[in-house]
């Protein structure tokens, strides 16, 4: 009977997940997908070239080969774009020394948040963020700048002066993560996803199944986060859990 019951529990558990990712894909399919990108190369790059004016965005970078927007969800939040077709984190492009360093590109561009404020924004109030495949709404690769939540701060905090260079996993909003830590002129050095897939070694035939995240460390290091989709977990591989668009640590 004991073993009926625990078989009967985990199809209840598989089926659960078959049906959230359901729900989930009907949702990806019922928004238009192509928008950021429609509003990159329909506005923001022909804006740019024709009248010398980005808008919507708020840059159009050619030389880096990105464009910054201001987000509609929450007071401070944007996000950094290649001009280029990516559609996200499993593209190959993103494992292409030629592609831009966009997590270094995202992280540079935090300054935004502060000029939008009219008032200083602490890195340690600060944070990026990108989704797995499966943890989005749009095919065109962009990066969340935006702030972390108080208690991923607390939590970040607290576990610093025990990282290094080496991924370790710890949980962080009640999800599994590798983490570790890099100096800002690493970011600068290497991409984030090149780093994931050379380090994380069963991440590079998968990227599209993982999320990143990016925050600073009180001694001025900063820890690069990777959270990987797990279904029977409930788990979509959105790293944009860690932040918060409402700001409140601010």
């Given at each position: 009977m004991q073993g009926r019951g625990r078989t009967l529990s985990l199809i209840a558990v598989l089926l659960a997940a078959v049906i959230v990712g359901l729900i989930i894909a009907a949702a990806h399919f019922r928004r238009n997908s192509d928008a950021l990108w429609q509003i990159i190369s329909e506005k923001c790059v022909p804006h740019m070239q024709q009248k010398g004016t980005p808008a919507p965005c708020q840059k159009v970078d050619f030389a880096q080969g990105y464009v910054t927007l201001k987000d509609l969800n929450g007071p401070l939040q944007y996000l950094l774009m290649p001009i280029a077709k990516i559609t996200g984190i499993e593209s190959p492009a993103v494992l292409n020394p030629a592609t831009p360093n966009l997590f270094a590109a995202a992280w540079r561009e935090r300054t935004l948040l502060a000029q939008k404020?009219?008032?200083?924004?602490?890195?340690?109030?600060?944070?990026?963020?990108?989704?797995?495949?499966?943890?989005?709404?749009?095919?065109?690769?962009?990066?969340?700048?935006?702030?972390?939540?108080?208690?991923?701060?607390?939590?970040?905090?607290?576990?610093?002066?025990?990282?290094?260079?080496?991924?370790?996993?710890?949980?962080?909003?009640?999800?599994?993560?590798?983490?570790?830590?890099?100096?800002?002129?690493?970011?600068?050095?290497?991409?984030?996803f090149i780093r994931l897939a050379t380090e994380v070694p069963v991440a590079r035939n998968e990227?599209?199944?993982?999320?990143?995240?990016?925050?600073?460390?009180?001694?001025?290091?900063?820890?690069?986060?990777?959270?990987?989709?797990?279904?029977l977990k409930l788990n979509r591989g959105s790293a944009e859990e860690l932040q918060d668009h409402s700001c409140k640590i601010l």
């Open positions: 404020r009219g008032a200083p924004v602490a890195d340690s109030a600060l944070s990026l963020a990108i989704n797995s495949e499966y943890g989005r709404t749009q095919n065109q690769l962009h990066i969340h700048i935006s702030c972390l939540l108080p208690e991923v701060r607390q939590q970040l905090n607290s576990l610093a002066s025990s990282m290094d260079n080496h991924w370790r996993a710890e949980n962080l909003q009640h999800h599994r993560y590798l983490m570790r830590a890099l100096t800002p002129a690493e970011l600068a050095q290497q991409s984030a990227m599209g199944k993982y999320g990143l995240a990016l925050a600073a460390l009180p001694d001025g290091r900063l820890v690069l986060m990777a959270i990987e989709r797990n279904w």
